[in-house]
């Protein structure tokens, strides 16, 4: 058998295979050399992001300790704005305090100038006094001995320092006397122990009553009936020259003529027809009463050989 000659085929399995690996390795060389990536590269972009990342941190960490230092600040003059309106308004109060009290005193002032000349008209002591004047101000002060009956209802108690004033001005026409008392609208006695006998006069007697006046308090009822009941009973003996004086600013009874005709049982002299004590009263009239004070006392005064001074409140 004849042996068939074999081609020569350039495009066999093992040229292909050549080929290919040669085209790959000039693909590969083309892409080493122009990518443009190095390690380097790399590395500087890497370092310049790190920089810029600490310099970022500290441009925050700086904003933050910024930020802490405003609000303490902010908060420091926030409490100082507080105190100053705290303040500001305590000063204002005080102003307007001092300006109603300023107020207060111009009007008292002028009101009780004409008032103050008569209660205090008399200068003598009774050191030096030889006589004793009959009469002050249209106020009888020959009296041997001297009752107060004192209204201690909470209106009277807001201008307390003022019927303390007054009456040491009273007890001021009266340099001498040989005894007095206090007492308030209901009744009860200043001090307890004297209660149905005469305090003492004597200077530092005075001083001391007066001093425990202070503080004086108690039940009222803005009414001086009980108290005058009590001083009557108690105190008023014929022949025995005894003034009550009534301080108040209100009269809250039912009836004036119950008062008057009580007063007129037991202030008068049986034998004389006379009134036993002569009464006066001092009003301290705001003119939330009605006037009904004033009204009873004039006529009270005028019935008991007394007399009524009106004081504006």
Known sequence: MKRRARGGDIFSLSFLDVVSCGFG???????????????SDTNRDISTLLA???????????????????????????????????????????LNKKQA???????????????????????????????????????????????FIVDTSGSMQDIWPRVLREMENVLDIHPAVKGFQIMNDNGAHLIRSYRGKWIPDTPRRRKSVLGAMRNWGGLSNSSPVEGLEVALKTYARPGEKVSVYIFGDDYTGSSYDAVIQTLAKLNTDKISRKPLAKVHAIGFLSGHGGGRFEILMREVTRRHGGTFVALPQ
């Open 52 to 94: 810029r990342t600490f310099q970022v941190e500290d441009e925050i960490q700086q904003l933050s300790g910024r930020r802490e230092q405003l609000k303490t600040e902010l908060a420091a003059r926030q409490s100082k704005n507080q105190e100053a309106l705290a303040a500001a308004t305590a000063a204002a109060a005080q």
């Open 25 to 39: 390795a000039v693909v590969l060389l083309l892409l080493i050399s122009k990518s443009g990536f190095t390690e």
């Open 101 to 147: 009290e300023s107020a207060s005193l111009q009007k008292e002032s002028s009101g009780l100038q004409n008032t103050r000349e008569i209660l205090q008209r008399a200068s003598i002591t009774p050191a030096t006094a030889e006589t004793r004047d009959e009469e002050v101000g249209g106020i009888p002060v020959d009296s041997d001995y001297v009752i």
